[in-house]
């Protein structure tokens, strides 16, 4: 009895590693399937909109604010006033970029804005996983084209994962 008490233990600790290991690519690939297809319904259930666009534009607003301060360090009120109105422009276009369509567009072509024409014409990117700590990974895109693209983070939401953030280069 104990010996079978030992065996399942193992079996019970061998598969939630596996889980542990293989659920990040299988969170990315329900997303991107989901974006493929249109479901807006899987794409709002495993992400998290608010923390995605909070997280898009402190990364955007903290890039304005240092080239703010390369440009500025002349004139402190002017700095102050361009910040203040790139934060206004920040949030709104943030807000009307994130949604499921704009999201949507990122994980199939790697791009954080929409409007490049050639959109639709483009292959689609893998992602590759890094894990950031145990509750946390990061989907880095593959891409040939030499530049850099905007990374996901994606946060442990009880079993599954959720996309909570991005890091604009």
Do not use: C
Not at 1 to 27: D, F, H, N
Not at 60 to 83: C, F, I, M, T, W
Not at 96 to 120: C, H
Not at 154 to 168: H, Q, T, V, Y
Request: without cysteine; glycine residues 8%.
């Amino acid at each position: 009895m104990r010996r079978l008490v030992i065996v399942l233990g193992v079996i019970v600790l061998v598969a939630l590693a596996g889980w542990q290991a293989m659920s990040p690519w299988m969170a990315l690939d329900t997303l991107r399937d989901a974006a493929r297809e249109g479901d807006t319904v899987t794409l709002e259930q495993n992400i998290d909109f608010p923390a995605l666009r909070e997280s898009a534009k402190s990364e955007l607003y903290q890039q304005v604010q240092a080239e703010a301060r390369k440009h500025d360090a002349n004139d402190p009120l002017a700095g102050l006033l361009g910040s203040e109105l790139a934060k206004r422009f920040i949030s709104g276009t943030v807000d009307a970029l994130v949604t499921p369509g704009g999201v949507s567009a990122m994980l199939i072509t790697g791009k954080a804005l929409p409007g490049d024409k050639d959109a639709d014409t483009q292959p689609e990117i893998d992602w590759h996983v890094k894990w950031v700590g145990p509750r946390t990974f990061r989907a880095v895109p593959e891409t040939k084209d030499g530049k850099a693209h905007p990374s996901l983070i994606f946060k442990r939401a009880g079993l599954s994962w959720k996309l909570a953030g991005i890091d604009i280069p």
